[in-house]
């Protein structure tokens, strides 16, 4: 009974010492100031991000480099005006940048339309000349084939007839 009492006093105190060692409660946290962005501010940005987005689907930062830079920089001075508050100003940025990167985009799609028409004609040009190359083929063939049958002619030893000297020797022996 004395050793229950022994922990149990034990336990308490750890307890109670544990508790008071805790680190006292974080204060409330000072409320942040919350920016209020005008609508008309987050549509022209919406609109150049939706834009960009569609030049960058063609791969237009690289096929219409000019355009899509310039559309960057306006992209990039339309948010540092609208982090500084500057609402028309930003407004003016993005509304420019849409029209750098529509530009960007259609360049690049031209580009890219006239890239695949100049792969499929490289195609159908391939397709003729390798159906030339296999048409000499087949001509080279016959040739080849038509020479060795007229050489194999002069070449090729009579079997049906007799040499001469064996037709003498047998004369001799009668």
Known sequence: MKSIRFWSLL??????????SAPPPAPDPIPVPVKVIPDFVLEARKGTEDLRNKALSVKANVAARTSFDQGETG?????????????????????????????????????????????????????????????????????????????GDQNTPDTTAVPEAAVADEGDNL
């Open 11 to 20: 336990a308490l105190s750890i307890v109670f010492y544990s508790c008071a």
């Open 75 to 151: 992209y990039t001075a339309g948010k540092e005006f609208q982090e500084k508050e500057e609402w028309d100003s930003s407004v003016a940025n993005y509304t420019g940048s849409q029209a750098l990167y529509k530009a960007a985009y259609e360049e690049a799609v031209v580009k890219r339309d006239a890239a695949r028409a100049s792969l499929n004609k490289a195609g159908e040009e391939r397709g003729v000349s390798e159906k030339i190359l296999a048409d000499a083929e087949a001509e080279r063939l016959e040739a080849e084939k038509a020479d060795s049958d007229a050489a």
